[in-house]
């Protein structure tokens, strides 16, 4: 499937599907606009199939098929796993841009220590399933990577 069928196919989420052509070229230029939000080419990309798309674009592509309607939690499971530090930033970025204009309630699940600190209002740490630390927004700012690591010696 291509770039903007894969977005029609997601504004129906929840809907009895009925997909349709028309529906891809009549939201088009709603898709572009969406696309262009990612910064990585992808609102030139439309008509291009998945596998074409690089990475990065990949990944944005998911994360704005996951919030096209409004979800009532945003699951994020290291979504930046596999990119580079680059790309990996600008999909943060759009992450964050995107939880705030939605308002959305987010759970991102990440060994990136940095974005743990630096994104969201509540940190869990777990090991082995258990969780073994538990730090609201004014405890959170104040832990350095440091902190963090001393958790995984």
Known sequence: ???????????????????????????????????????????QALDKATEQLSGGQRQALSLLMASLKRPELLLLDEHTAALDPHTSQAIMALTAQIVAEQQLTGLMITHQMDDALQYGNRL???????????????????????????YFD
């Open 1 to 43: 499937m291509t770039v903007a069928e894969n977005l029609a196919l997601a504004s129906h989420r929840g809907d009895r599907l009925k997909l349709k052509f028309q529906q891809v070229s009549k939201q088009r230029e709603a898709y572009r606009t969406l696309a262009a939000k990612t910064g990585n080419g992808l609102d």
């Open 124 to 150: 869990i740490v777990l090991d082995n399933g258990r969780i073994i630390a538990d730090y609201d927004a004014d405890s959170k700012a104040k832990l350095t990577r440091q902190d963090l690591l001393d």
